[in-house]
């Protein structure tokens, strides 16, 4: 889905399997950056590279200019496919300082955050080439840079990401959808960020990879919804 002509949104349907054999449906969203070179801001599940690469072909371009992957936390379900899409484009890999260790050693993840399937969601281990910290500014091209806002609660290292040029936010997953099943680590930092991105200046569109695309002024009351559930589930 073309979200403006050089940022492309994919939406990855994925499963769960629990040990007691429940399965959840859930999905993912991953967002392309087309400039000469193509940047992706988180990669899916495991069997989410084919989608990609089938979307890139079909607009003209393809995974072997993939440059860069940006990850916005180390979940299996945003780092799954990073592993396949580095070997055929020897693209560079970043996330936030705070989480490198579990994408360079996926399996200490799976000891500290045990998460049902994790092996099937998750391809390997990657080396991570940039590790980012807040306020980084990301040159991707000459005309193309994205700011790194570091949005922790959901996970130690979750990053929000900027494109001030375009006014579009990569939310990550620091949005959780009220009623939805609550995901976070810590819930102060949680609504703190929370709080953070509600004031941001000069923003039209939050791009979430739990939510479907909305404007600013749509994404406020989500916001606000956000941290009345959390502050709820808190209590």
């Not at 050693?105 to 080439?129: H, I, Y």
């Not at 949005?175 to 000069?202: C, E, F, R, T, W």
């Amino acid at each position: 889905m073309e979200i403006i002509e050089k940022v492309h949104a994919i939406k990855m349907p994925f499963q769960i399997k629990t040990g007691k054999g429940l399965i959840l449906d859930r999905f993912v969203y991953v967002y392309l950056i087309y400039g000469e070179e193509i940047y992706l801001i988180d990669s899916g599940v495991a069997s989410s590279r084919k989608i990609i690469c089938d979307y890139l072909e079909k607009s003209g371009r393809s995974c072997d200019e993939l440059a860069l992957i940006i990850h916005t936390h180390a979940h299996p379900d945003h780092i799954g496919s990073t592993k396949s899409l580095q070997e055929i484009s020897n693209s560079a890999t970043a996330i936030h300082q705070t989480e490198t260790s579990w994408l360079e050693d996926t399996e200490s993840q799976l000891l500290e955050r045990p998460v049902p399937g994790f092996r099937q969601l998750v391809e390997g281990s990657v080396n991570v080439d940039i590790a980012l910290e807040d306020h980084d500014a990301i040159e991707l091209e000459e005309n193309i840079h994205l700011e790194v806002i570091h949005t922790p609660g959901h996970s130690p290292g979750s990053i929000s990401l900027f494109i001030p040029d375009e006014k579009i936010l990569f939310s990550g997953d620091a949005i959780p959808l009220a009623g939805d099943i609550p995901i976070y680590d810590d819930y102060q930092d949680s609504v703190n960020s929370l709080k953070k991105l509600k004031d941001l200046k000069n923003v039209d569109m939050i791009l979430s990879s739990w939510d479907d695309p909305k404007t600013f002024d749509e994404a406020q009351e989500s916001i606000n919804d956000s941290i009345e559930y959390l502050e709820y589930i808190h209590q």
